[in-house]
């Protein structure tokens, strides 16, 4: 079992960054693949990025491309979403999401992950 805690999230002026964090408690963190995905109003949830738990291996939808980082120290049990140059299009709830993985694998799709936090919200103001 592994329970997850999202922090960072909070309103910003466009163009503006913020960096959100998911602690992970329970289980041993270091052989779970990673992702964040986020929730407009009105729209259904959908992936933002994704991490291996072994080599660091990262995956993004096109829409934050070049835009956001997403990161772990599994010292800390902690992933990160870096999200620079943010648009009013970003506002949405993020949520982290775990799963048990191969080394090197990561997941896009939501059926993917078996763990979720409560999500932070984030607003950017044009």
């Known amino acids: 079992q592994v329970q997850l805690v999202e922090s960072g999230g909070g309103l910003v002026q466009a163009g503006g960054s913020l960096r959100l964090s998911c602690a992970a408690s329970?289980?041993?963190?270091?052989?779970?693949?990673m992702g964040w995905f986020r929730q407009a109003p009105g729209k259904e949830r959908e992936f933002v990025a994704a991490?291996?738990?072994?080599?660091?291996?990262?995956y993004y939808a096109d829409s934050v491309k070049g835009r956001f980082t997403i990161s772990r120290d599994n010292a800390k049990k902690t992933v990160y979403l870096q999200m620079n140059s943010l648009k009013p299009e970003d506002t949405a709830v993020y949520y982290c999401?775990?799963?048990?993985?191969?080394?090197?694998?990561?997941?896009?799709?939501?059926?993917?992950?078996?763990?979720w936090g409560q999500g932070t919200q984030v607003t950017v103001s044009s």
């Open positions: 999401a775990a799963r048990p993985a191969y080394r090197g694998t990561f997941y896009n799709t939501q059926t993917a992950y078996d763990y």
């Open positions: 329970g289980r041993t963190f270091n052989n779970y693949a």
């Open positions: 991490i291996s738990w072994s080599n660091g291996r990262t």
